[in-house]
């Protein structure tokens, strides 16, 4: 079957595309609900943003994020704690001027939480993303069946026999090279091709080198999901109050 793995860029989501040939092309794209729209699209999607959110946030975040810090190691600060939808989508509120929003989301947080807590900005950055997919599984709810949220770095851990990686993909907010090396590495034993995932290709796409191969991870996670080798963190999932599940895939 067609699958296909995505992470968040700037302006947009960069994909992976594995046909059912096992072939696989990168493309860059505005929209994630317009990759389900196109005639030839993925039985099965992974995507490595948040789904499923809560009303109210206990300590140390979602079921899912509590789950997979332990087994990263070095790399659990990759796994942002993800507040209330009330404080997500409050910091896309156009009604909030630009430059009020993050207190406004940190505000309606710290009220939907126990203990109260604020938000982290690298999480606060993604938040139009999260509610791009919010808004879209709840829209279509066919689509809960096949787009499943993952996360690299607990693909990484999969792939890597379980065992956490020794090098991070950015130091200072700065491409690490040894991290990106490793990275690749794992995925072309996964049978991912190098010029898939080369600094060429993200270059050629207006990308980061981390997210295309984020995204690589991604699709290996949704072929996983669609052989049914994949687990989710936690199992089974849990619900949010619009039935949206919530589990981190790998």
């Not at 156009?94 to 982290?120: G, L």
């Not at 996964?190 to 191969?213: C, Q, T, Y």
Request: proline fraction near 10%.
């Amino acid at each position: 079957m067609r699958i296909a793995g995505l992470d968040g860029c700037k302006g947009g989501w960069v994909a992976i595309i594995v046909e059912p040939d096992g072939s696989a092309h990168a493309e860059r794209i505005a929209g994630v609900a317009e990759l389900f729209e196109r005639p030839l699209a993925p039985l099965i999607a992974a995507i490595d943003m948040p789904i499923g959110l809560p009303e109210r946030v206990e300590a140390k975040g979602r079921a899912p994020e509590r789950l997979v810090r332990p087994l990263l190691g070095g790399r659990q600060s990759s796994v942002f704690s993800i507040p209330s939808r009330r404080a997500v989508h409050a910091g896309v509120d156009a009604s909030v001027p630009e430059e009020d929003r993050y207190r406004h989301a940190c505000a309606i947080a710290r009220e939907t939480s126990t203990p109260p807590k604020a938000v982290a900005k690298q999480a606060f950055h993604i938040f139009p993303k999260i509610v791009e997919i919010d808004l879209l599984l709840r829209a279509q709810p066919a689509l809960q069946t096949r787009l499943f949220e993952c996360h690299p770095e607990v693909a990484f851990w999969a792939m890597n026999g379980r065992t956490a990686l020794d090098q991070p993909k950015k130091v200072k907010n700065a491409p690490h090279k040894p991290g990106l090396a490793l990275r690749r590495s794992l995925l072309e034993a996964a049978g991912f091709p190098p010029e898939l995932m080369s600094p060429f290709k993200a270059r050629e796409l207006n990308v980061g080198e981390d997210d295309l191969i984020d995204a690589c991870a991604a699709a290996w996670t949704a072929g996983r999901i669609a052989r049914h080798e994949a687990v989710s963190f936690p199992s089974p999932p849990e619900r949010d109050a619009h039935g949206l599940p919530i589990a981190i895939w790998a």
